[in-house]
T-cell receptor
C-alpha cells in the first residue's frame, strides 16, 4: 500500500538555525498538509497546500514557517529560525481525489536545543 | 467543524470487543464521522469513516445512530497492539480538501 514518507525521522538543531523537513506524499495525491504535535499535546494543524499554493494555515504557521513543493514528488516544511518551542513531532499528510481519507506519514521528531 | 466528545480513557481485555463511543450532537448533514488512531507518537492512522450507514472494514466497524448525534467504533477482537489514542472527527468530505481537527481522543488500553 502506498505510504507518505518523511525524512529525517529525527532532527536535532540549535536554536536560531534553519531546518527543512521533507515529505514524499502518495503519488497522484493533490492536497498536502503539515501538522505538529508537541509532546503530550494534541495533533495541531499547521498548513494545507493545493495547486502550488497555501489553501489554509493556522495561527501557528507564522512568518518563520514556509512550505514548498519543489518538484513533482517532494513537499517540504521550512522553519527559518528555530525556537525551543518548535520542538515537536511534525507530520506530513496527503489526500487524493474522491472520498479517500487523509494519509499521514510517521513524522519527524524535531528537537531544538 | 462540529465538535466531538469522547471519554478520556478506556480499558479493554485482550480478545474482547472494544467499543469506543463518540458524541457529535451538532453534526451537519454533509459531515462524515472519521476515526483515526495514534500508536505511541506515530502518525495518525486512518481506521474507518461513515455518513449515515454502519460501516465495516478489516480493522473495525462503525455504528452511527439514526439521528447521527453519536457513533461507536468497534474493534471486534482487541489485541495489545490496539493500545493507542483513538480520535473521532467530524468534517465535510475529504474531497473538499478540508483539514482534520484533532481533539484529545480516547486512550484505549488493551490488557492481557
Amino acid at each position: 500500500e502506498p505510504e507518505v514518507t518523511q525524512t529525517p525521522s529525527h532532527q536535532v538543531t540549535q536554536m536560531g538555525q534553519e531546518v527543512i523537513l521533507r515529505c514524499v506524499p502518495i503519488s497522484n495525491h493533490l492536497y498536502f498538509y503539515w501538522y505538529r504535535q508537541i509532546l503530550g499535546q494534541k495533533v495541531e494543524f499547521l498548513v494545507s497546500f493545493y495547486n502550488n499554493e497555501i489553501s489554509e494555515k493556522s495561527e501557528i504557521f507564522d512568518d518563520q514557517f514556509s512550505v514548498e513543493r519543489p518538484d513533482g514528488s517532494n513537499f517540504t516544511l521550512k522553519i527559518r529560525s528555530t525556537k525551543l518551542e518548535d520542538s515537536a513531532m511534525y507530520f506530513c499528510a496527503s489526500i487524493g481525489t474522491g472520498r479517500s481519507p487523509l494519509h499521514f506519514g510517521n513524522g519527524t521528531r524535531l528537537t531544538v536545543t | 467543524d462540529a465538535k466531538t466528545t469522547q471519554p478520556p480513557s478506556m480499558d479493554c481485555a485482550e480478545g474482547r470487543a472494544a467499543n469506543l463511543p463518540c458524541n457529535h450532537s451538532t453534526i451537519s448533514g454533509n459531515e462524515y464521522v472519521y476515526w483515526y488512531r495514534q500508536i505511541h507518537s506515530q502518525g495518525p492512522q486512518y481506521i474507518i469513516h461513515g455518513l449515515k450507514n454502519n460501516e465495516t472494514n478489516e480493522m473495525a466497524s462503525l455504528i452511527i445512530t439514526e439521528d447521527r448525534k453519536s457513533s461507536t467504533l468497534i474493534l471486534p477482537h482487541a489485541t495489545l497492539r490496539d493500545t493507542a489514542v483513538y480520535y473521532c472527527i467530524v468534517r465535510p468530505p475529504m474531497e473538499y480538501g478540508n483539514k482534520l481537527v484533532f481533539g484529545a481522543g480516547t486512550i484505549l488500553r488493551v490488557k492481557s
